[in-house]
């Protein structure tokens, strides 16, 4: 039985780390997060401590390992995108492994110095890449994998999940804290991308605004056309007909990836590899972030070139304009 920490503890993602440690016979023994709307502990770890202050989060670890003995083996990380990069800096300063959602951080030049701190303190950094790990995804790459080696496949990805106003107040609409739409909502699929087609060649941004991003991804074997969106209006007329707010596509060759399910326990799948060793380190994250980094820091050219259907879509303004 390993002892976690979790920094995040009222966000979104933080029930599917909560449940991948318990679903490992683990044991969480703290939490942090300045929101303390962490009900949700109760089913999972009632008698874990939990911190609303980082200093006194930071004290209590402190003092397991000194006055009880107790060392943490990991800490889990759910915060906003922005603090990733300090948080797993805490969990190698106390001894712990990170294991932390994506993005992993924001920069590429952030993972050296990662690196630096991993061969230092002996402690490893790992990702949650979850869509590796789907059973589609993994049958998709053996496909590709035996396809003959010259083959180049064509795929579009399109990726609308919509979003309220609220989002432009929260931190997730601050470029210089989410990274932007790409990065945001899409640092999982340019993962996954890169984890079936090899290296990237080329990264061409045609749209990138506050609600919707596009572009071309060429990589060793794909030439991509890609969408992101959080704007409702954007969504095929036949979803909003069943009054849903999200839509997921990706064809190969004009053949539809049958994507709609499987995504219940993958961050326990993930979890049980890093615990065996096989978990995504700093490496297996770095081509994804370099490819939202550039397509954040990347003038869009518009509409030129071979570009996704749903880049002509009227843009709007910002809500808050």
Not at 48 to 63: G, I, L, N, S
Not at 117 to 143: A, C, D, F, P, T
Not at 287 to 315: D, F, W
Request: glycine content about 8%.
């Amino acid at each position: 039985m390993k002892n976690f920490a979790l920094i995040g503890a009222s966000g979104y993602i933080a029930p599917r780390h909560l449940k991948a440690i318990k679903d490992t016979n683990n044991q969480l023994l703290a939490a942090l997060d300045k929101f303390d709307s962490v009900g949700i502990m109760d089913s999972y770890f009632p008698n874990a401590d939990f911190f609303v202050e980082t200093e006194r989060f930071d004290r209590h670890v402190e003092k397991l390992k000194y006055d009880k003995g107790i060392q943490l083996d990991y800490m889990s990380i759910c915060t906003p995108n922005y603090l990733h990069d300090a948080h797993i800096r805490m969990a190698l300063r106390r001894g712990a492994d990170a294991i932390c959602e994506k993005p992993l951080v924001l920069n590429p030049w952030n993972l050296d110095a990662l690196q630096k701190m991993e061969n230092e303190s002996g402690k490893r950094v790992w990702n949650i890449l979850q869509l590796r790990v789907h059973k589609s995804i993994i049958e998709l790459k053996k496909k590709i994998d035996n396809a003959p080696k010259d083959k180049i496949f064509d795929v579009d990805l399109t990726y609308l999940t919509s979003r309220g106003n609220w989002y432009y107040t929260s931190w997730k609409g601050d470029i210089s804290k989410s990274g932007g739409i790409a990065t945001n909502i899409g640092v999982h699929f340019y993962d996954m991308l890169s984890y079936i087609f090899g290296d990237v060649k080329e990264n061409i941004v045609h749209i990138h605004t506050h609600d919707r991003a596009a572009g071309y991804l060429e990589f060793e074997r794909a030439r991509v056309r890609w969408f992101l969106s959080i704007n409702y209006d954007v969504l095929p007329e036949e979803i909003k007909a069943k009054g849903q707010r999200t839509y997921r596509s990706i064809t190969i060759e004009g053949e539809e990836l049958e994507f709609s399910g499987g995504f219940t326990d993958l961050h326990t799948r993930v979890y049980e590899g890093i615990l065996n060793g096989n978990g995504y380190g700093l490496e297996d994250a770095k081509q994804a972030i370099e490819i939202v980094h550039t397509i954040r820091n990347t003038k869009p050219v518009g509409l030129k070139g071979v570009y996704h259907p749903l880049a002509s879509t009227k843009t709007v303004k910002h809500p808050f304009s």
